[in-house]
Nanobody, 114 residues
Framework: QVQLVESGGGLVQPGGSLRLSCAAS??????MGWYRQASGKQRELVAT???????NYADSVKGRFTISRDNVKNTVYLQMNSLKSEDTAVYYC??????????WGQGTQVTVSS
């Protein structure tokens, strides 16, 4: 049974930093990543990373967010720096085993506000 357990969300002031973690169990995943969904908007890609550390970022977070993974721990991280109010959203961990098999975490709230 696959489980994705997220942690690290919270309230931070603009310009601040947060680090999200997602620990996966029950499988091996070719790609892991983070998506986010702001209130009233569609879920969107934030960043993804393959087992060989090939990364992809949304333009809106390039230069501010860094995704990384520990294949031994089966954990993916998202270091978020220089946070802006528009980064406020529920962040979801995603783990993919193939083009059609993927799993989602329960989501963690990130709020950027003064």
């Amino acid at each position: 049974q696959v489980q994705l357990v997220e942690s690290g969300g919270g309230l931070v002031q603009p310009g601040g930093s947060l680090r999200l973690s997602c620990a996966a169990s029950g499988g091996i995943f070719s790609m892991m990543g983070w998506y986010r969904q702001a209130s009233g908007k569609q879920r969107e890609l934030v960043a993804t990373i393959t087992r060989s550390d090939i990364t992809n970022y949304a333009d809106s977070v390039k230069g501010r967010f860094t995704i990384s993974r520990d294949n031994v721990k089966n954990t993916v991280y998202l270091q978020m720096n220089s946070l802006k109010s528009e980064d406020t959203a529920v962040y979801y961990c995603n783990a993919r085993q193939s083009q059609v098999i993927e799993y989602w975490g329960q989501g963690t709230q990130v709020t950027v506000s003064s």
